[in-house]
């Protein structure tokens, strides 16, 4: 069984940044397709960026050139940078893993089989 473990979230003013990470109990983890998703209230949860086994990423455009999916995998942890955060990056973020070594082109939920339990980032204006 894998368990993700996601920290680093917080409040913070519009235009802030905040780097979040998630820790993975496996040993395959650089093997394998990481990704990052959120939900903001009363929305549905929206894939955010994901990092192939190889290290290649991927963004969403609405954090293109604002965020960065990196990992390092002695340590086993994914990890998200956001920058010039808005109130609409309010949300709480999951960190995922897929059974895969390459991320799918259009991540969706159901490609990810493991699931972090959250970390809430709240951006204030």
């Known amino acids: 069984q894998v368990k993700l473990v996601e920290s680093g979230g917080g409040s913070v003013q519009n235009g802030g940044s905040l780097r979040l990470s998630c820790t993975a109990s496996?040993?395959?983890?650089?093997?394998?397709?990481m990704a990052w998703f959120r939900q903001g209230p009363g929305m549905e949860r929206e894939w955010v960026a994901s990092?192939?086994?190889?290290?290649?990423?991927t963004y969403a455009d609405s954090v293109k050139g604002r965020g960065a999916i990196s990992k390092d995998n002695a340590k086993n942890t994914l990890y998200l940078q956001m920058n010039s955060l808005y109130p609409t990056d309010t949300a709480m973020y999951y960190c995922?893993?897929?059974?895969?070594?390459?991320?799918?082109?259009?991540?969706?939920?159901?490609?990810?089989?493991?699931w972090g339990q959250g970390t809430q980032v709240t951006v204030s204006s």
């Open positions: 995922a893993k897929a059974g895969g070594y390459y991320c799918p082109l259009n991540p969706e939920i159901l490609d990810f089989r493991w």
């Open positions: 496996d040993s395959a983890f650089d093997q394998t397709c």
């Open positions: 990092i192939d086994g190889d290290g290649t990423a």
